[in-house]
C-alpha cells in the first residue's frame, strides 16, 4: 500500500504556521510581563526581575461596578532582595492595589 507523499508547499506552509504560533505565545508572555511590571512599578516596586504572570482574571467591584483585571504574579523584588508572590489589581480607572507576600531569598 503506497501513500502519497506531502506537496513542499504544504510543508513549508506547516512550518510557517508553527514558527508563527510560537512567536505570538511569547509576544503574548512578554506583553503580560510587561504590563504588570508597570504595575508594580506605580506600586513602589521599581526594580524587579523574574516577573511570571500566572494567571489573569477579569473582575468587578460589587460596590462600584468597575471592571478590572487581577493578575497572579511572582517575581524578585531586586532592592529588598526578596522573592514575592500574589496578586496585582488594575481597574479601567487607572486604580491599583496588591496583596503580596514577599519572603528572603536564600
Avoid: W
Avoid at 500500500?1 to 503574548?28: A, D, H, N, Q
Avoid at 510581563?33 to 524587579?48: A, C, D, E, F, P
Avoid at 514575592?84 to 519572603?103: E, R
Wanted: charge should be positive.
Amino acid at each position: 500500500m503506497e501513500t502519497r507523499p506531502i506537496p513542499k508547499s504544504t510543508m513549508i506552509y506547516m512550518v510557517i504556521l508553527v514558527i508563527l504560533g510560537i512567536l505570538t505565545y511569547f509576544l503574548t508572555q512578554n506583553g503580560k510581563s510587561q504590563k504588570v511590571t508597570r504595575i508594580l512599578n506605580q506600586l513602589g516596586y521599581t526594580k524587579v526581575a523574574n516577573v511570571k504572570v500566572y494567571g489573569i482574571t477579569k473582575v468587578e467591584d460589587e460596590v462600584t461596578r468597575v471592571q478590572g483585571f487581577k493578575y497572579f504574579v511572582k517575581f524578585e523584588d531586586l532592592l529588598a532582595h526578596k522573592a514575592c508572590k500574589g496578586f496585582v489589581y488594575k481597574d479601567f480607572k487607572q486604580k491599583v492595589d496588591k496583596d503580596i507576600i514577599c519572603k528572603d531569598n536564600n
